[in-house]
């Protein structure tokens, strides 16, 4: 069974002041690690899709990165806009699976 | 280009009722799945349906159903409602697998539904 872990579960920083989401995953196989953000009563918005060891990638103060066994999403200089809970979310090598397995996210605050 | 949207966006029911809620995809995607999201958890799987089938299934039981119509929306249907059915509903688009590689989910902004 496909099992995805988030840390912190929440976490309040600065505006400015930079960190790391964690999150740690098993899979048999992975097609592909997403990250979403999601804002209170809104559905998730999707950040980036990493595939393989190694990979990164970067939008804006975000940037995400992949192990065999987590993923990272980095926030630099943030800014209270960034305030959201971020999901992440891993997708099965298995023929015709496209269930995304989430974890419970991180809710990340940033204080002015 | 629209995204995907979900209606209603808020729903109350009785305990025992019955409830549909429905899904027109993003533009370009043939393919819809159906989470639910409880307060403070990240979404579950539920169902997802392409070409009009279920492909694939989640741990829900089968008073959670569903459809997908020949313009590639979508309905969930509940029977026979329970407390613990209070959650977000999220509907979700994308191209089937065939056609690339992992392609993200597309998330509308959900169904609020409660059971009181």
């Known amino acids: 069974e496909d099992q995805v872990t988030q840390s912190p579960e929440a976490l309040r920083l600065q505006e400015g002041e930079s960190s790391s989401l964690n999150c740690s995953y098993t899979?048999?196989?992975?097609?592909?690690l997403f990250w979403y953000r999601q804002d209170p009563g809104k559905g998730p918005e999707f950040l980036f899709t990493?595939?393989?060891a190694g990979e990164e990638k970067e939008k804006e103060r975000l940037k995400a990165t992949l192990t065999k066994k987590e993923s990272f999403l980095h926030i630099t200089a943030p800014k209270p806009e960034d305030s959201a809970t971020y999901l992440c979310?891993?997708?099965?090598?298995?023929?015709?699976?496209?269930?995304?397995?989430f974890g419970t996210g991180t809710r990340l605050t940033i204080i002015p | 280009d629209a995204g995907v949207t979900q209606s209603p966006t808020h729903l109350i029911k009785t305990r025992g009722q019955q409830v549909t809620l429905r899904c027109s995809p993003k533009?370009?995607?043939?393919?819809v799945s159906w989470y639910q999201q409880a307060l403070g958890q990240g979404p579950q799987f539920i169902f997802q349906y392409y070409e009009e089938e279920e492909r694939q299934r989640g741990n829900f039981p089968d008073r959670f159903s569903g459809h997908q119509f020949p313009n590639y929306s979508s309905e969930l249907n509940v029977n026979a409602l329970l407390l613990g059915d209070s959650a977000l509903y999220l509907c979700?688009?994308?191209?089937?697998?065939?056609?690339?590689?992992?392609?993200?989910?597309?998330f509308g902004n959900g169904t609020r539904l409660t059971v009181t």
């Open positions: 979310a891993v997708q099965d090598l298995n023929f015709g699976n496209e269930k995304l397995t």
């Open positions: 533009s370009g995607h043939d393919t």
């Open positions: 899979v048999s196989g992975l097609r592909g």
């Open positions: 990493l595939y393989s």
């Open positions: 979700a688009s994308s191209l089937a697998l065939g056609r690339g590689r992992g392609s993200p989910l597309h």
